[in-house]
T-cell receptor, first 111, second 114 residues
Framework: DAKTTQPNSMESNEEEPVHLPCNHSTISGTDYIHWYRQLPSQGPEYVIHGLTSNVNNRMASLAIAEDRKSSTLILHRATLRDAAVYYCILPRGGGADGLTFGKGTHLIIQP | NAGVTQTPKFQVLKTGQSMTLQCAQDMNHEYMSWYRQDPGMGLRLIHYSVGAGITDQGEVPNGYNVSRSTTEDFPLRLLSAAPSQTSVYFC?????????????FGDGTRLSIL
């Protein structure tokens, strides 16, 4: 299974941008990079996903390095409601379905 | 706008008891799956289904059974509960199998085995 590496935790101030990094050096050429987040006592929530080029949606932006070995999730203006664990995820690979979750990054937002 | 519904939300079992965790989705999604999440860890895939009548094993299938008789429902069965199965269980669904479409997760079932 392809693996990802994320910082255990990050802290940011409310209404400032947040850049969450992820390394995935063993990614295969057809693997999409997925980001989910998990608020306390809730199930994971889809944030964004992409293959090669940068992606934007109403929640966030995803910047993917040209060699695809790393990516960055960008929250343009963090709010207290964005405090959560953010997971950078790759497919299980090898023909197996499903996603491989690591421990994620615990994002703390200071008011 | 129910999405993915899991029942029960909490359950306490004794070692050796059996139980079925229920999962239902109302989005007509072909793909459904079960994950478990242990404290401080990410989610691990238990079993998944790409459509009615079709199931397959994930990363940690031992001790769990599944079946998929309808598109809407994907129950997870513990035949003989063990303390190692104490965890939070999440069900997820997606529109198409073998695709990169987003998955929708339920709010989880918190299971304790004494």
């Amino acid at each position: 299974d392809a693996k990802t590496t994320q910082p255990n935790s990050m802290e940011s101030n409310e209404e400032e941008p947040v850049h969450l990094p992820c390394n995935h050096s063993t990614i295969s050429g057809t693997d999409y990079i997925h980001w989910y987040r998990q608020l306390p006592s809730q199930g994971p929530e889809y944030v964004i996903h992409g293959l090669t080029s940068n992606v934007n949606n109403r929640m966030a932006s995803l910047a993917i390095a040209e060699d695809r070995k790393s990516s960055t999730l960008i929250l343009h203006r963090a709010t207290l409601r964005d405090a959560a664990v953010y997971y950078c995820i790759l497919p299980r690979g090898g023909g197996a379905d499903g996603l491989t979750f690591g421990k994620g990054t615990h994002l703390i937002i200071q008011p | 706008n129910a999405g993915v519904t899991q029942t029960p939300k909490f359950q306490v079992l004794k070692t050796g008891q059996s139980m079925t965790l229920q999962c239902a989705q109302d989005m007509n999604h072909e793909y459904m799956s079960w994950y478990r999440q242990d404290p401080g860890m990410g989610l691990r895939l238990i079993h998944y289904s790409v459509g009615a009548g079709i199931t397959d094993q994930g990363e940690v299938p031992n001790g769990y059974n599944v079946s998929r008789s309808t598109t809407e429902d994907f129950p997870l069965r513990l035949l003989s509960a063990a303390p190692s199965q104490t965890s939070v269980y999440f069900c997820a669904s997606r529109h198409r199998p073998n695709s990169n479409q987003p998955q929708h997760f339920g709010d989880g079932t918190r299971l304790s085995i004494l």
